[in-house]
Nanobody
Framework: QVQLVESGGGLVQAGGSLRLSCAASGRTFSSYAKGWFRQAPGKEREFVAAISWSGGSTYYADSVKGRFTISRDNAKNTVYLQMNSLKPEDTAVYYC???????????????WGQGTQVTVSS
């Protein structure tokens, strides 16, 4: 099993940037595909971005395409989410997740982190 811990959330003004990190431990990190999800108050959890185990394939929700970038460093067992041009509607708890096979857009992941809060003020 993979254990995941997110960090890097915080309060930022609209138009600003944040970089989230997700550190993994446990089973071999590099063989797992990774995803980022978010959940705003009163809303269901939604997909944000996914990356294959090699980092060679990525996939984004339309709402973040062109503003967010997912990447990974397998040597550091870490996946990142660079968020630029943030908007108030990006405010949510952000979660990273891991699954054995890369499947863009799926919500079905095997392991989840505890989440990190991102708040974007207008």
């Amino acid at each position: 099993q993979v254990q995941l811990v997110e960090s890097g959330g915080g309060l930022v003004q609209a138009g600003g940037s944040l970089r989230l990190s997700c550190a993994a431990s446990g089973r071999t990190f590099s063989s797992y595909a990774k995803g980022w999800f978010r959940q705003a108050p009163g809303k269901e959890r939604e997909f944000v971005a996914a990356i294959s185990w090699s980092g060679g394939s990525t996939y984004y929700a339309d709402s973040v395409k062109g503003r967010f970038t997912i990447s990974r460093d397998n040597a550091k067992n870490t996946v990142y989410l660079q968020m630029n041009s943030l908007k108030p509607e990006d405010t949510a708890v952000y979660y990273c997740a891991a699954r054995e096979a890369y499947d863009p857009g799926t919500m079905e992941y095997d392991a989840w982190g505890q989440g990190t809060q991102v708040t974007v003020s207008s």
